[in-house]
Each structure stands twice: as C-alpha cells, then as structure tokens.
C-alpha cells in the first residue's frame, strides 16, 4: 500500500519557522520526483516547490524563494520542507507529491497556519 505522511505541521508566529516531513512507503522512493504542494483556505492548489529523484535538483515558485529549502533523504524515504521566515499568506494545508510517468501519489495533508 502506497503512504505518503505528512508531519510538522501546526501554528507559528509570522517571522517562525517549521520543518515539515513526508514520510514514504509502498513504492521506490528515490524513482519518483518529489513536490510540496499547498491550499490555502478557499484557495485551489498551489505549487510550492519539487525536487529530482536524487535531490541534484530543486525548484521553488517565486514567492518562497530564499525562504524555503525543500530536500530529500532517500536512505529515510523521506522529503522535507523547511519554512523560514514564514508569513500569514503562508498559512494553508501541506500536501507532498512524488510523481514518476503516469504513477502519482499525494498525502493526506497537514496544516500550517501563521499567526500572531
């Protein structure tokens, strides 16, 4: 059974920070592209930011550049997203991706909400 989990996710100040994990289970890990993906309430979905299978190469939409790092251990099967500096627009629900050929697999999603 394929598992993507989501963790790390919660509330923070404007200015914080938060690590979020997806932990992988059920297919070849470091065969598949990584993505962060979000929703902000009342919102459609939005790209964050994508990794290659091997982490070599990161992506990031233009609003989070400088702030976030996305990465990747394949020993764990896990994709990380660190936030930095993290703002009220930055408040949505966190979705992992991994994405090889016609094969797609999301997570359940995990919330993360700036707020003072």
């Known amino acids: 059974e394929v598992q993507l989990v989501e963790s790390g996710g919660g509330l923070v100040q404007p200015g914080g920070s938060l690590r979020l994990s997806c932990s992988a289970s059920?297919?070849?890990?470091?065969?598949?592209?990584m993505s962060w993906v979000r929703q902000a309430p009342g919102k459609g979905l939005e790209w964050v930011s994508a990794t290659s299978w091997n982490g070599g190469s990161t992506y990031y939409a233009e609003s989070m550049k400088g702030r976030f790092t996305i990465s990747r251990d394949n020993a764990k099967n896990t994709l990380y997203l660190q936030m930095n500096n993290l703002k009220s627009e930055d408040t949505a629900v966190y979705y992992c991706n991994a994405r090889h050929s016609v094969y797609e697999y999301w997570g359940q999603g995990i919330q993360v909400t700036v707020s003072s």
């Open positions: 059920g297919f070849t890990f470091d065969g598949y592209a």
